[in-house]
């Protein structure tokens, strides 16, 4: 029970990487907020609710303030405070630069970036004044290495990992770590639509010869999480089974 008495916000935790970290962090004994956009969200949190859990879902977009506002209030109000934010909320709209549109360009930005902003800033005064707090946001190895018609999302997932020198930078001093994780190639609804015969030309990549699962970055989540990474502040942590690219 690495996160007992631990309250945790998950965005996008209804499903993939998300998912897979919202059913980890309640079996390590935290309550968790859902903060997804998508309505089955509500269906899981019920499901798990029925289970014995303490699980709380808002449907909300990381790209409206007012209602992110809202959702901590509530979050507090329900469950006394928030000690984690998992920022794991993201979108693609790949296209190559000549080919990428304004609108695609600003939609990744939106969530993937200016999301990730809203959500911490909002918590992280809440954290501040209770002295504690564990801040871990989804980066990813592209965001290291660069990705063929990915301009936008490597562009977020870059930036991640500068922001999160500087709020380890700014926000240590008040209890709070900020890490960030950079996932490789991982089986999730995001890749499926990725042909067969494309991914497995990416294994050779992969030296442990497989694509990750959600459940691979979850662990990563839950360690720079938990009170075992309390001197762990403004790291990458890279999880992609020592992928070449």
């Given at each position: 029970m690495r996160l007992a008495n631990k309250?945790?916000?998950i965005t996008g935790g209804a499903a993939g990487i998300g998912l897979a970290t919202t059913e980890l962090f309640l079996k390590e004994g935290a309550s968790v907020a859902i903060w997804d956009v998508t309505p089955s969200g509500k269906e899981l949190?019920?499901?798990?609710?029925?289970?014995?859990?303490k699980v709380w879902f808002q449907q909300v977009s990381v790209t409206d303030r007012e209602d992110l506002t809202d959702a901590a209030t509530e979050t507090i109000a329900r469950f006394g405070k928030i000690d984690i934010l998992i920022n794991n909320a993201g979108i693609t709209k790949d296209k190559t630069l000549l080919k990428m549109g304004q609108d695609d360009w600003d939609q990744v930005l939106a969530v993937n970036l200016t999301g990730v902003f809203n959500c911490t800033q909002i918590v992280a005064e809440h954290m501040k004044q209770r002295g504690y707090g564990r801040i871990v946001s989804a980066s990813s190895?592209?965001?290291?290495?660069?990705?063929?018609?990915?301009?936008?999302y490597v562009a977020t997932k870059s930036a991640i990992i500068g922001m999160t020198?500087?709020?380890?930078?700014?926000?240590?001093?008040?209890?709070?770590?900020a890490n960030c994780i950079a996932p490789g190639f991982?089986?999730?609804?995001?890749?499926?639509?990725?042909?067969?015969?494309?991914?497995?030309?990416?294994?050779?990549?992969?030296?442990?010869?497989h694509w990750g699962s959600p459940?691979?970055?979850?662990?990563?989540?839950?360690y720079l999480a938990s009170d075992e990474a309390a001197y762990v502040n403004g790291i990458c942590l890279t999880i992609d089974g020592g992928s070449a690219r």
């Open positions: 309250v945790a916000v949190a019920d499901k798990l609710l029925a289970e014995g859990y190895n592209v965001g290291l290495r660069g990705n063929y018609g990915q301009t936008n020198k500087v709020w380890a930078l700014e926000l240590g001093r008040f209890g709070i770590t991982i089986e999730t609804q995001m890749t499926q639509a990725i042909p067969e015969e494309v991914k497995q030309k990416m294994i050779p990549l992969i030296p442990v010869g459940l691979d970055i979850a662990y990563g989540y839950l």
